[in-house]
């Protein structure tokens, strides 16, 4: 039966090479089982139609029983076109077909009466439907026997050129089935969790999915298959987690010895907050455990995590180890190294910086160094992963802002060590815990969910472009006092035309209202070259510039605590998690800062929330959330660069939360029983997860 779900599509019924050539590019199908897992992506009610006279551009997808009044073809040439005026015997509206005019022309005759489902479009103030779905009255009814229900199958323009529409995929997703005969398809979970956990079998949910026969129905089959997919996500990543913890020994650091205990008693300016404290523990525990630690520390900006990786640091170093920091770009490498060298001082530790730019000379002393141990504590760029940088025993590395690292640069670091060396890997930018669980899954995650006392939250407030003056009056006040301000712009876009800020052009107007000598401005964008970018930020981290006008390249932890002010230009073109990002560059002294968020007058729904929830709130975690929810995961920062590609067919990360918790319960208790999967009931899951190994080398190798 296996076999059957391989077959090639050519060789079903109505298939042929053309269109299976098609549906290999568009939609990665090549085998039966493929189709059968490409679900409909919503599902319309056949029984409910639409009055013509409700309908409004608000519609989105509607369904309509009427008749065709009038059969017209208007325009010639390219913008030829069939246009029927379909009736509902209350009001009519326009039924325009752009392709096979002739062919329309001729099937769909005046007086016959058909239902037509479609995406309402508006011209010329009126809507109509475009190329939308017919079937006779007929066909409609005996559908409607089945359950009501009908799926709806994503296509490409390019399918609907080669005629395959969602009405033909689901003919496909039939034939499948009718070629199958009596025989049911095979099962993939064990029959001992669809008993315990009233799973519905996967042939009768992958039927439902694709024909339900009740609303009822459908959530069952629904149910079944995202469970599953997770449930196999969940296990991979559980087992992945066990096989690294049973073959890879870690280092044993369960020394807290004299450095730690110097600096957490002599050299701590402040007392660490509880969550730091409870996250250092969380990391000790791994630590000592003799196992590796692969974990997660995720805290919002400000909340301290560069000093927990320096303590995480320092139990290597008791231990006889060396440990490295890796940033994401020099400016901030260069910060790190600047900020623990000065907590470190008056221990003896050393600790050295590498990046792109250390000169030749300083580049050999350093590698001789980190090669015989003398360095301690090595930060840098990705400069630190080329092949020339050999640690003497690296115990322990820690990864900054994680989402600008792949997967392949974190192994790379890895193997810098005769044992893998224990791994933090921290995130500024927080993800909903449904998220990480899933991306993730094989890292432990700490949280540090509070933030050092006495912060003042950042005022963040929503104007309009059309009150640019008076902020700009209130930015000249901010500098009388001695306070510093950012002025963002979206990224350089090469359209002239474009209607948003430009940065270079911002500068200029900026120049003429901070004229010099009274104030001065600087600039760092993207396309500068990386010294002048550094040389700019060196002369507003001083205060010789006052304002800093600047693209999202300041997002990533630059640390200015007299800059008190930001402001950000066309802010409805950044997404939430960069907005949260650019807000935390203030708010890092200890004055009151605010964050101003210009935008035009003109702003989407979309846009206008974004904005209503970065002045509602300034917790990470939630503004996560919300984006999780407005975008989709796909589009979250740090999903695309986590290396893993979840390719999820079924569940939405940011609605099916809990059974994403479901299912990595059910994956615990499976490999608490039998952790290697060798007893009999346990054989599909085995099978299963030796073919995707096969398949996909890199999969959830996260560390
Ligand atoms: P982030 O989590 O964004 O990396 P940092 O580690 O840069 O945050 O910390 C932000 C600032 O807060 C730094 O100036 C740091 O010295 C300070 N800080 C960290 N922990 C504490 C604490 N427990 N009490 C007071 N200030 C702290
Ligand atoms: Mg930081």
Redesign the pocket.
């Known amino acids: 039966m296996a076999d059957f779900l391989d077959k090639e599509i050519t060789y079903l019924p109505g298939v042929g090479p053309k269109r299976a050539e098609l549906l290999k590019k568009e939609l990665n199908v090549s085998t039966y089982g493929d189709l059968l897992r490409c679900y409909p992506y919503r599902y319309i009610d056949r029984t409910k139609f639409y009055h013509i006279k409700d309908i409004s551009p608000a519609s989105v997808y509607v369904q309509i029983r009427g008749r065709i009044l009038s059969m017209t073809t208007q325009g010639t040439g390219r913008s030829a076109r069939a246009v029927a005026l379909f009736s509902d015997g209350e009001s009519a509206i326009e039924l325009i077909w752009f392709k096979g005019v002739k062919y329309i022309m001729e099937r769909y005759q005046p007086g016959h009466e058909f239902v037509a489902f479609g995406k309402v479009s508006e011209f010329n103030g009126r809507c109509n439907l475009v190329h939308p779905d017919m079937e006779t009255i007929n066909e409609a009814l005996s559908k409607q026997n089945l359950g009501g229900v009908q799926g709806m199958y994503n296509t490409t323009e390019k399918m609907k050129n080669g005629s395959v529409t969602s009405r033909t995929l689901q003919k496909f997703v039939s034939e499948i089935f009718n070629s199958l005969g009596n025989a049911r398809l095979s099962e993939s979970l064990p029959d001992y969790l669809l008993q315990e956990y009233h799973l519905m079998p996967l042939h009768e949910a992958l039927l439902n999915i694709h024909f339900p026969q009740s609303p009822d129905s459908l959530r069952l089959a629904q149910f079944r298959l995202k469970f599953e997919e997770l449930f196999f996500i969940q296990l991979h990543m559980l087992r992945q987690r066990n096989v690294r913890r049973v073959h890879f020994a870690g280092f044993k650091f369960d020394k807290i010895g004299d450095i730690f205990n110097n600096f957490y008693g002599k050299h701590l300016p402040f007392q660490l907050t509880n969550a730091q404290k409870k996250v250092l523990k969380e990391i000790y525990a791994d630590m000592s455990s003799g196992r590796q630690m692969n974990r997660l520390l995720q805290g919002d900006v400000g909340s301290g995590?560069?000093l927990v990786a320096l303590m995480t640091m320092l139990i290597a170093l008791d231990n006889g180890y060396q440990a490295a920091m890796m940033a994401p770009t020099e400016i901030l490498a260069q910060q790190h190294f600047e900020s623990i060298s000065k907590m470190l001082s008056g221990l003896d530790v050393k600790v050295a910086l590498l990046t792109g730019s250390s000169k030749k000379k300083e580049r050999e002393v350093i590698l001789q160094g980190i090669l015989d141990g003398t360095i301690q504590i090595l930060i840098g760029t990705h400069a630190l992963l080329e092949d020339s940088v050999v640690f003497s025993n690296l115990g322990c590395v820690i990864i900054?802002?994680q989402h600008r690292f792949g997967v392949e640069q974190r192994s790379k670091l890895w193997s810098k060590s005769e044992r893998p060396p224990h791994v933090l890997v921290?995130t500024?930018t927080p993800i909903p815990r449904t998220l990480a669980m899933t991306i993730y899954g094989d890292l432990d995650v700490s949280v540090i969910d509070e933030l050092p006392p006495g912060r003042k939250p950042i005022g963040t407030i929503h104007r309009f472009e059309t009150h640019r003056h008076n902020i700009y009056d209130f930015i000249k006040q901010e500098i009388a006092i001695g306070r510093q301000a950012y002025i963002v712009y979206p990224m350089i876009q090469e359209s002239e035309k474009s209607d948003y800020a430009n940065i270079e052009a911002g500068y200029e107007s900026l120049k003429s209202i901070f004229p010099e000598p009274h104030y001065h401005l600087g600039m760092v964008h993207g396309k500068m070259k990386p010294d002048e970018k550094d040389a700019q930020m060196r002369l507003f981290a001083s205060g010789t510039t006052n304002i800093l006008v600047a693209t999202t390249v300041i997002e990533v932890?630059v640390n200015v605590p007299n800059a008190s002010v930001m402001l950000i230009e066309s802010a409805e073109r950044f997404g939430l998690s960069q907005l949260h990002q650019l807000r935390g560059r203030v708010g890092r002294g200890a004055d009151q800062s605010y964050c101003i968020l210009l935008t035009s007058v003109k702003l989407s729904n979309d846009g206008r929330q974004r904005m209503e929830v970065m002045t509602r709130t300034s917790n990470g975690f939630e503004i996560s959330e919300v984006d999780l929810k407005m975008r989709g995961p796909g589009d979250l920062e740090g999903t695309q660069q986590s290396g893993v590609s979840l390719n999820l067919k079924i569940t939405n990360l940011a609605t099916d939360g809990e059974i994403i918790q479901y299912a990595r319960n059910v994956a615990n208790d499976v490999l608490e029983k039998d952790p290697d999967l060798l007893l009999p009931e346990n054989f599909l899951l085995n099978q299963y997860l030796d073919r995707l190994a096969k398949e996909s080398v890199n999969w959830g190798v996260i560390s």
């Open positions: 995590k560069t900054d802002e921290m500024a932890g």
